[in-house]
Each structure stands twice: as C-alpha cells, then as structure tokens.
C-alpha cells in the first residue's frame, strides 16, 4: 500500500525560470503551493498528480527497480556535495514510467540514473529526461532522504 500521507517539495526549471513548489497529501486531499504567493492551495481536481504512489510496495519505485529495469549498468562512483554514491543506468519501459508518475512522464522507455549510498545501499537519488511539446527534453531529479525517521506531516490550514 501507498502511504496515506506524502510531503514533497517539487522543483521545476520552466523557460528559464526556476520554481520550488510543496506538495502535501492526506489521504484524499492534497494541497501545492501557489508559484506566485507561497500559499497552500487546494490541488485542481484536473491534475492527477499522486505521489505517494511512488512509495507504493507494489507500484512504487522499489518494485520497478527490483522488477521492471533492464539493461541495468554501473557507471562511476560520483560524488554529491562531498558524499560518494555508485551511480547505476538502466532502461525502464515506457508504460511503467507513465503509471508510476501519474501519466506526468510519455508512455516511452526511458533511461533512468540510479545513485545509490554504498554504506546503506539506499537509493538516494532517481534521474531522467522525457522530451516536451516544445522539443526540450523535461529533467527529472527524485530526491530520498531521512530514511527510518519518524516525519510528522499536517495537512495546511
């Protein structure tokens, strides 16, 4: 089961402008953060956007890494901000990609960077690209972090 509350902060370079936007979920209601103001805003009922299926033990990320990548490959050991990760690719079908990201990403096969911590052997990081309407490709970064913490997330007034 996916969790019954997810919080997210989701950044966006759109023509050149950067935006940082929060996500909450509780149960059914979800919030985002207006662009313009910072304040919590219902979600329109017109975008689908759940997160917490990404966390799902059957839909989630977990069981696509497990289950549904192919060709997978090391790369390098890089480093971020000072920390080593081992930095992994693989292929992911497009029809896995577009469920698990609630139809945000094209239903086409995408490669996807794996960094994974080599002490704990957590994933803490998720890239890819997906080409947009405009012919610019669309880069997605997917950050964990806090991992075992017990996260108190409220639902905005």
């Known amino acids: ?14 023509s050149n402008t950067a935006l940082e ?11 985002l ?10 979600l329109p009922g017109t975008i689908q956007l759940d997160l917490a299926l990404l966390f799902d033990e059957i839909e989630g990320w977990r069981p696509l890494l497990t289950t549904d990548a192919s060709n997978i490959q090391w790369v390098e050991a890089t480093s ?19 469920a698990i990201t609630s139809g945000l990403v094209p239903p086409q096969d995408i490669i996807l960077d794996i960094f994974i911590d080599p002490a704990t052997r957590y994933v803490t990081q998720l890239e890819f690209s997906t080409p947009t309407a405009s012919g610019q490709d669309a880069e997605w970064i997917l950050q964990f972090s806090e991992f075992g913490l017990d996260v108190e ?3 905005p007034e």
């Open 21 to 31: 936007l929060g996500f909450i979920a509780v149960g059914d209601k979800k919030w």
């Open 1 to 14: 089961d996916a969790p019954d509350k997810v919080q997210a902060r989701v950044k966006a370079l759109t």
């Open 80 to 98: 971020f901000g000072g920390v080593t990760r081992d930095h992994y690719q693989a292929t992911v079908a497009g029809q896995r990609a577009a």
């Open 33 to 42: 953060t207006n662009p313009a103001t910072l304040a919590w805003e219902p």
């Open 153 to 155: 997330i409220v639902a």
